[in-house]
């Protein structure tokens, strides 16, 4: 993958506190600082997508050194494995690995219960797992632009889908999906990425209008 052409960019992410009220003003879609900081942490367990490597890779280490329970996900068992080994290195959290393309619904339903059932329950939803592409509109295959799309965007939602209803079940979660500023930057070159990202950023704005709650009381605050 090439992601030179997106380097210098900040990550984005937003976090989704589950729950049943409307966010008081319209575009508070990223969880403040506060809140955050905030986050009872404890004996919490969390899914991240696509981390054998990169981001997802440093944020699966970050909360499995945060005392969290970690199952990491992407296509390549070999590399689950290896990563998982790595990070079971620290005395804190613990990490299971599983394989799931999420591009594949039934793959993503087996990731989440697998998880729900090993570590007793999905807290917090990473969406990590992307892909770049970087040609022209005439340069780029039906093929290539419906792989950015449903890695990027419906991966997001079969995963979304999936652990929303065993978080509300257990009283709430974290959802976090990774986006880019490509998402709110149009570049020539990256219509497909373009387009994956600025979806990715109206359907976690959409979703967190859904299941956000303020609430600072609520038993995962
Ligand atoms: N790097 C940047 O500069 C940058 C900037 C802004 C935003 N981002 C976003 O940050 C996220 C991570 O980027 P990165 O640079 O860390 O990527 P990366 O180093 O290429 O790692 C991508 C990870 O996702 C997995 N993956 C890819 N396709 C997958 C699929 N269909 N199903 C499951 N797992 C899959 C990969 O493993 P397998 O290939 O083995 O499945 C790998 O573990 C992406 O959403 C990206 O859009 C990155």
Known sequence: MIW?????????????FLGHSKPKRRRRFALPAHSINKMNLKDKSAIVT???????????????????????SARNQGEIDAAVQELNRSD???????????????????LID????????????INNAGIGMFETVAETSPEDFRE???????????CCHEAIPQMK????????????????????????????????????????????VADQTHPTS
Do not use: W
């Not at 696509?50 to 970690?70: D, F, H, N, Q, Y």
């Open 4 to 16: 030179s052409a997106v380097a210098s960019e900040a990550r984005h992410r937003f976090g989704l």
């Open 50 to 72: 696509g981390a054998t490597k990169g981001i997802g890779r440093a944020i699966a280490a970050a909360l499995v050194g945060e005392g969290i329970s970690v199952c990491i």
């Open 92 to 110: 804190h959290g613990k990490a299971i690995g599983f394989v799931c393309d999420v591009r594949d619904y039934d793959q993503v339903k087996a």
């Open 114 to 125: 697998h998880a729900a059932k090993e570590l007793g329950g999905v807290d917090i939803l």
């Open 148 to 158: 950015v799309l449903e890695t990027n965007l419906f991966g997001v939602f079969y």
């Open 169 to 212: 079940r257990s009283g709430g979660g974290y959802i976090i999906n990774i986006s880019s500023l490509a998402g709110v930057n149009a570049h020539p070159r990256m219509a497909a990425y373009n387009a994956s990202k600025f979806g990715l950023n109206g359907f976690s704005e959409a979703l967190m209008q859904e299941v956000y």
